[in-house]
């Protein structure tokens, strides 16, 4: 079993639609990050979280620490939210090293 | 402030040559690393380097060297090629003094292997 997994893995929109995308871990953390990777494109960091939530314009992000729960939350999707969106968690060893979940790949249709 | 830069952008080589990817980074980062990401596999560590002169394996190091000669430069080395080794290659580097170690990353190199 993965130590970082997501789901679900395809996801297809509508236009407008809330979109929720989920990461559960297995192991202990120092923090959690959602990154973002458009087709072709390179791999950009949205939210780094290690406790409640955070909100970047249409994105939200969430966490339980308890639960080893985190979600990410598009409102109002737009076809240029169609990327793949990566969990990855660093460990609470502080080790330099992420888990990287394998991805959830999100196309918005106009 | 041009961040985590990779070079080339894109290679094919045959079976059996040699190159080196070239990852440079101008943030003064002390902790660089070579991934690689394949269609259904997520990103896998292949090597990386916690500072100057020092380097590590990680999850997926067989046919592949590293060298961190220069704090700001992390190069990767095929020595010879093998299509297994088909994949698109990103660079990262974090700095320390933040408990959650944030790592930056490249634009990645695509690499085919025929």
């Known amino acids: 079993k993965n130590e970082v997994e997501q789901s679900p893995q395809n996801l297809t929109a509508q236009e407008g639609e809330f979109i929720t995308i989920n990461c559960s871990y297995s192991?202990?953390?120092?923090?959690l990050h959602w990154l973002q990777q458009h087709p072709g494109g390179g791999i950009v960091s949205l939210f780094m979280l290690s406790s409640g939530k955070k909100k970047h314009g249409r994105l939200i992000a969430t966490i339980n620490i308890q639960e080893k729960h985190s979600s990410l939350h598009i409102t109002a999707s737009h076809p240029r939210d169609s990327a793949v969106y990566i969990c990855?968690?660093?460990?609470?060893?502080?080790?330099?090293?992420?888990?990287f979940g394998t991805g959830t790949r999100l196309k918005v249709l106009a | 402030n041009a961040g985590v830069t990779q070079t080339p952008k894109f290679r094919v080589l045959k079976t059996g040559q040699s190159m080196t990817l070239l990852c440079a980074q101008d943030m003064n980062h002390e902790y660089m690393y070579w991934y690689r990401q394949d269609p259904g596999m997520g990103l896998r560590l292949i090597h990386y380097s916690v500072g100057e002169g020092t380097t590590a394996k990680g999850e997926v190091p067989d046919g592949y060297n590293v060298s961190r000669l220069k704090k700001q430069n992390f190069l990767l080395g095929l020595e010879s090629a093998a299509p297994s080794q088909t994949s698109v290659y990103f660079c990262a580097s974090s700095y320390p003094g933040s408990s959650s170690y944030e790592q930056y990353f490249g634009p990645g190199t695509r690499l085919t292997v025929t």
């Open positions: 990855a968690v660093s460990h609470r060893s502080g080790t330099y090293k992420y888990i």
């Open positions: 192991v202990g953390i120092s923090a």
